[in-house]
């Protein structure tokens, strides 16, 4: 079955940087677009940027742009989420999904997500 696992979260302070990795398994990962969303507390899910399936396509919501990096690996089957210069606004859980969400005008959790990981940023 498809699976996709969030990992490298946790308590950061403002300005710091954590990565986050999602492993995927169950499918053919290459061959689809990945989209990392997040959900700040008392939120919705907000999409936050995608990688296309090649790798060398990205986009990214105005709130992370310049601050966050995302990338993939095919061939180790994980995407990734470098998040630099972090706020307290980041604070969320973090979802990896299969496909493309920001085609979407509101994300929901359709297909397949992740469980998410949890980041806080806080002094």
């Known amino acids: 079955e498809v699976q996709l696992v969030e990992s490298g979260g946790g308590l950061v302070q403002p300005g710091g940087s954590l990565r986050l990795s999602c492993a995927a398994s169950?499918?053919?990962?290459?061959?689809?677009?990945m989209t990392w969303a997040r959900q700040a507390p008392g939120k919705g899910l907000e999409w936050v940027s995608v990688v296309r399936r090649g790798g060398g396509s990205t986009n990214y919501a105005d709130s992370v742009k310049g601050r966050f990096t995302a990338s993939r690996d095919n061939a180790k089957n994980t995407l990734y989420l470098q998040m630099n210069s972090l706020k307290t606004d980041d604070t969320a859980v973090y979802y990896c999904a299969v496909g493309d969400y920001s085609i979407y005008r509101t994300v929901q959790k359709t297909g397949y997500w992740g469980q998410g990981t949890q980041v806080t940023v806080s002094s």
């Open positions: 169950g499918f053919t990962f290459s061959s689809f677009d």
